[in-house]
């Protein structure tokens, strides 16, 4: 046993002999809470170290981030966003563009293959739903700058 902790038991000893029963218990509380605030910010900065500050750091989800020939690639909803731009770019009404939320992407070497439909207005001003599939890679750098894509194919299908 520690030196302190043996230091730690007498002096709880001599106080539960000398000190009322009420004051022997409200130390005994008090010293109850003192670890529970320091478990709880032992905890916290655990979480916030090992959770929180990764995802901040890489600005994505980091269970989204692919390594490919050893570079970190953006994620799939960066390239699902980038597509959209790219295909909103064909589009006869690019405002009216309504893309879906379930898309399908798929990552081979620096190329992302993003699947998936947009409802836009055709040149007659009527709604059409066009389902496409869009090739992109990415060339390296800022993933957040369309610089670094470049639009390999968009093609549309009814």
């Known amino acids: 046993m520690s030196v302190r902790k043996e ?10 002999e000398t000190a009322s029963p009420e ?8 010293r ?4 529970k605030k320091k478990i709880f910010i032992i905890v916290a900065a655990f979480f916030t170290i090992f959770v929180i500050l990764p995802a901040i750091v890489s600005g ?6 692919r390594i490919v020939n050893g570079k970190v690639m953006p994620s799939d909803s960066q390239a699902q966003m980038v597509a959209q731009v790219f295909v909103r770019q064909e589009l006869k009404s690019p405002r009216s563009a309504d893309f879906s939320f379930d898309c399908n992407v798929k990552l081979n070497n620096n190329t992302y293959t993003v699947t998936g439909y947009v ?3 055709n040149s007659f001003g009527g709604m059409m739903r066009e389902y496409y599939c869009c090739e992109i890679t990415y060339k ?3 993933e957040n700058d369309m610089q670094n894509w470049r639009v390999r194919s968009v093609v549309f299908s009814e």
């Open 32 to 35: 109850a809470k003192q670890r």
């Open 23 to 30: 004051t022997f218990k409200a130390f005994t509380e008090s």
């Open 140 to 142: 390296g750098g800022d």
């Open 7 to 16: 230091q730690e038991r007498e002096m709880m000893r001599r106080l539960s």
């Open 119 to 121: 409802d836009a207005q």
């Open 60 to 65: 994505s989800n980091p269970s989204d981030a």
